[in-house]
C-alpha cells in the first residue's frame, strides 16, 4: 500500500507542475543565466629592455591588469631568474645588486633575460625582458704601470717583481707579477699601488744568482717615471728611522740625487753615479758577508733582518765618516749583532771585520760597470767561504793575507774577468805629483821645495807615479829625467822606456827592469832635485822615514796588517811627518780615493801609523782612533 501511494503522488506532482508553467498562449520565460567566461590578465608593459647601473638592486614594475578583478599573483622564469624577484605588487628587482666587473647573467654579458608571469589564480600570461647592467666608473679598479729596473751590483736580469701584497712569501699574494729584462728594466701593471719588491735573479755580468733571501724594497713607487729597486732603497724601506736625506748625508751622497728614481749604472762616468754604484755594490756585498756569517738571520722580521741592521748602524754612527768600509763601522756592527751558532773572541771578531771592510775598502769603479759585478762575484766565491773558514776557526794566515792585502789581485784572477779590468788596478796604482819651478833654482813638487827638502817617493812593481808640470814652459825650459845617479844633468845614467821611463808624458810605470834608487833631475840646471830620491820597494818600511824633520810628498801605500784596526788600508801622496820637537800637534793627510777615508798621525807617536816607534809601521784611519794626544796610539777612542 505504501508503494502505491508513493507513486501516486509523484505522477500528481508531475501534473500540477506543468500546468504552473503555463499552458496554452499565456505561460511566462525561465529566470536561468549562464555564468560568463574568464579572462587571462595582460601585462600592460611595452617596455621590454631596461637599463641599470651596477651596485644597485632596483629593476622595473610589471604593470598587469585583469578585466575580471581577480587578484593578482606574479612570478619569474627564465635563463637569469635567479638573480632576480619580484614583489607582490610586480615590483622586479636583482636579488643582489650586480657587479658589472663580475657579471653573473648566464651569458656574462651584463644582459640579464627572463620571464615575468602573471595569473589570476586560473589563467596567467608570460612576458620576456632584459635589464642591462651599465658601469659605475667610481667603482672602477684603476690599473698602475711601474716601470723600472732591478739593480744590485749592476743590472739583475729575471728577477721577480711584484707590489707587496702581504708580510708573507715575496709576491706570494700579489696580484701580477713579472721578471726583469736583461738590462734589469721592467714594466708592472698592477690593479692596487704599494711597495715594489724583488728578489732571485741573477747578474746579466757573472750570471751570480741572487738567493731568495736577497729581497729588494721600493717604498711609494711612481707610475709617471722610472723605478729603481736597489740596496739603498731597501734599506729606506725596512728602517723607518732613516729617511732619504739622512742617509745621503751618512753616506756622503750628493743631495740632489734621487734613490728612488736614478739609476747609477746608467752613467758611471758621472762622478755622484759612480759613487751610488759602488755604495750598492758595498752593500750587496756586506749584506750576503752578514748572511753568511748567521744563515740563520731572519730576514723578513722588522727588526732583526739584515738591512734594517746595517741602516740602523749607519743612523747611529755619531762620526762624520762616511765610508762602508770604515774598519771601526765595520767592527761595531759586528760587535752588536748578536750572531747564533758561535763565540765571538778577540780573534774572530778582528778578522771577520779585517776581511770585510779591507774588501769593501777596495771596491772601486772606473766607469766600467763589470767591475761592479766582479767585485760581488769573488766576494761571494772568495770572502764568503772565509768567513766561514773564520768563526770556525780553519782559516790560514795566507787566505786571510790574500783576502786584506791582495784584494785587487784576488779580483783580477778571478775567471771571466774582462782584460779592461786593469784599467781599475791602473787607476789605484796611479799617482800624480805636481812639478812647477822657481827658475833653475829649483823644482817645486807637490808645493815642496825638492832642492832643500829631502822629498822621498816610494812605490812598488805596478805602480805608476806622473809627473805632471804646473804649466808648458816647465818641463819645456827644465827638461824632468830620471837617472841612477845624483843631480846627473848629463843624462849619462838617465834610464829610458825599458824602464818605465816615458819622458813625453813623464811617467814612471815601475817594472821589474826599473833600478830601485831612481834620482829625478834637470837636464839643463843643476841643483834642481838634489835632495830626493824615487825608491822601490816590496812593501811600506816605516824606518825609512825620517821623523827627525817635517817631510812632504812621501808616497805610502799599505794596509794596517795586525791590532783592532786590522784591514784599514789606502795611499797617499800628502805625507807630512812631524818635527821631532812637534810635541802633541797632529797633522792632517789628504788620500785619494783608495778607500776614501782621511789617515793621520798623532804627534806622539814615533812612526808614521805606529802605535810605538819599535812596533810595525803601519797606518791607521783617522776614523778608527780618535784625536787624542796619548802616548799609546791605539789607545785612543774609536768611532
Known amino acids: ?232 732603497s731597501t734599506l729606506l724601506h725596512r728602517n723607518t728611522n732613516i729617511d732619504s736625506s739622512t742617509l745621503k748625508t751618512k753616506l756622503n751622497i750628493n743631495s740632489n740625487f734621487n734613490i728612488s728614481s736614478t739609476d747609477p749604472f746608467s752613467d758611471l762616468t758621472n762622478t755622484t753615479n759612480a759613487q751610488v754604484a759602488t755604495i750598492n755594490t758595498q752593500l750587496v756585498i756586506l749584506e750576503n758577508a752578514l748572511l753568511t756569517i748567521d744563515p740563520a738571520q731572519e730576514s723578513d722580521s722588522d727588526t732583526d733582518n739584515v738591512n734594517y741592521k746595517i741602516a740602523q748602524a749607519i743612523v747611529d754612527r755619531s762620526s762624520s765618516e762616511t765610508s762602508l768600509g770604515n774598519t771601526t763601522f765595520i767592527k761595531g756592527l759586528i760587535e752588536n749583532w748578536s750572531f747564533s751558532g758561535f763565540t765571538l773572541t778577540n780573534t774572530i771578531w778582528e778578522n771577520l771585520s779585517a776581511s770585510i771592510s779591507s774588501y769593501l775598502q777596495k771596491v772601486y769603479s772606473d766607469g766600467d760597470t763589470n767591475a761592479h759585478s766582479y767585485f760581488s762575484s769573488v766576494a761571494q766565491n772568495e770572502l764568503n767561504p772565509l768567513l766561514t773558514k773564520i768563526i770556525n776557526e780553519t782559516a790560514t794566515d795566507s787566505e786571510l793575507n790574500e783576502i786584506i792585502f791582495s784584494t785587487i789581485d784576488l779580483v783580477e784572477r778571478a775567471d771571466g774577468v774582462s782584460t779592461s779590468y786593469d784599467d781599475i788596478e791602473a787607476g789605484l796604482k796611479t799617482t800624480t805629483y805636481s812639478v812647477s819651478n822657481v827658475g833653475s833654482e829649483y823644482y817645486t813638487v807637490d808645493s815642496v821645495n825638492a832642492d832643500s827638502t829631502e822629498l822621498v817617493i816610494y812605490a812598488r812593481v805596478g805602480d805608476k807615479i806622473v809627473f805632471d808640470p804646473s804649466s808648458s814652459s816647465v818641463f819645456l825650459n827644465h827638461p824632468f829625467e830620471l837617472s841612477t845617479s845624483q843631480n846627473d844633468t848629463s843624462g849619462v845614467n838617465n834610464i829610458g822606456s825599458s824602464q818605465g821611463w816615458d819622458e813625453a808624458t813623464s811617467t814612471l810605470s815601475i817594472n821589474s827592469s826599473t833600478p830601485l834608487v831612481l834620482y829625478p833631475h834637470c837636464g839643463i840646471h843643476s841643483g834642481m832635485y838634489t835632495n830626493g830620491r824615487i825608491e822601490i820597494v816590496e812593501s811600506y818600511d816605516s824606518s825609512k822615514i825620517d821623523i827627525t824633520s817635517q817631510t812632504s810628498a812621501l808616497q805610502v801605500k799599505g794596509t794596517v796588517a795586525k791590532g783592532p784596526f786590522k784591514g784599514a788600508s789606502g795611499f797617499t801622496h800628502k805625507v807630512y811627518l812631524r818635527q821631532a820637537d812637534a810635541s802633541d800637534n797632529f797633522h792632517t793627510h789628504e788620500f785619494n780615493e783608495y778607500p776614501g777615508l782621511t789617515f793621520y798621525m798623532p804627534a806622539s807617536q814615533g812612526f808614521h801609523g805606529a802605535s810605538l816607534s819599535t812596533t810595525d809601521g803601519m797606518f791607521k784611519p783617522k776614523s778608527h782612533f780618535a784625536a787624542d794626544s796619548s802616548s799609546g796610539g791605539d789607545s785612543g777612542t774609536g768611532y
Do not use: H, W
Open 1 to 232: 500500500m505504501k508503494t502505491i501511494f508513493k507513486n501516486t503522488l509523484n505522477i500528481s506532482l508531475i501534473v500540477a507542475l506543468s500546468a504552473c508553467g503555463g499552458g496554452g498562449g499565456g505561460g511566462g520565460g525561465s529566470d536561468y543565466t549562464t555564468p560568463p567566461s574568464n579572462s587571462a590578465p595582460t601585462i600592460d608593459n611595452t617596455t621590454t629592455s631596461y637599463t641599470t647601473q651596477e651596485n644597485q638592486t632596483s629593476g622595473f614594475m610589471v604593470n598587469a591588469s585583469d578585466a575580471d578583478g581577480n587578484p593578482l599573483t606574479y612570478s619569474l622564469s627564465g635563463p637569469d631568474a635567479s638573480s632576480m624577484s619580484i614583489s607582490s605588487s610586480g615590483v622586479v628587482s636583482f636579488a643582489t645588486a650586480p657587479d658589472f666587473e663580475n657579471p653573473t647573467d648566464e651569458n656574462k654579458d651584463n644582459i640579464y633575460s627572463f620571464n615575468a608571469s602573471v595569473s589570476d589564480g586560473t589563467l596567467s600570461t608570460t612576458k620576456g625582458f632584459t635589464i642591462t647592467v651599465t658601469n659605475d666608473e667610481s667603482d672602477d679598479v684603476v690599473s698602475v704601470s711601474f716601470d723600472g729596473v732591478v739593480i744590485r751590483s749592476g743590472y739583475v736580469q729575471s728577477a721577480n717583481v711584484c707590489v707587496e701584497a702581504s708580510s708573507g712569501a715575496v709576491c706570494s699574494g700579489s696580484t701580477s707579477t713579472t721578471t726583469s729584462n736583461s738590462d734589469g728594466s721592467f714594466n708592472l701593471t698592477q690593479d692596487t699601488s704599494g711597495t715594489l719588491a724583488s728578489n732571485e735573479g741573477f747578474d746579466v755580468i757573472t750570471n751570480q744568482n741572487n738567493s731568495a733571501e736577497n729581497v729588494m724594497y721600493l717604498g711609494n713607487p711612481t707610475n709617471n717615471g722610472t723605478n729603481v729597486i736597489s740596496p739603498l
